[in-house]
């Protein structure tokens, strides 16, 4: 029984699954959106959720507790000095999963994973 057991396993062990989020993670903080299937889209939406919340107050705790996570000075950075400001007055809702139609190879349903008032314009 799982009973209490939260989070869906994408059919991988836990240290794929872990270094495979922590992937997804810095790539959706750097690049602002990205394309993945749907049950990865929402997982990482808790994550990504709790790390924003994180980084908008900035101090060395929480600077070391999403190193952790991350693993990036170059994310982080971004994360304290752009992201964490950018969401002050908001109180959760951060980001949001659009879904895009099916993969090729094997149907699977995709969807982006997109950080609200991004600057269209920036790469």
Do not use: Q, W
């Not at 750097?30 to 959720?49: F, G, R, W």
């Amino acid at each position: 029984m799982r009973h209490r057991k939260c989070g869906r396993k994408l059919n991988r062990d836990s240290s794929h699954r872990k270094a495979m989020f922590k992937n997804m993670l810095k790539s959706v903080i750097d690049y602002e959106i990205i394309k993945t299937t749907l049950p990865k889209a929402k997982e990482l939406k808790k994550l990504l959720e709790f790390v924003i919340n994180v980084s908008k107050k900035n101090n060395l705790s929480n600077k070391r507790l999403l190193y952790s996570m991350i693993g990036s000075r170059r994310t982080i950075k971004k994360l304290f000095d752009i992201l964490g400001p950018r969401f002050l007055d908001r109180f959760g809702g951060y980001t949001r999963i659009i879904k895009c139609g099916f993969r090729n190879g094997d149907n699977a349903l995709l969807s982006y994973v997109e950080i609200l008032d991004r600057n269209i314009n920036d790469k």
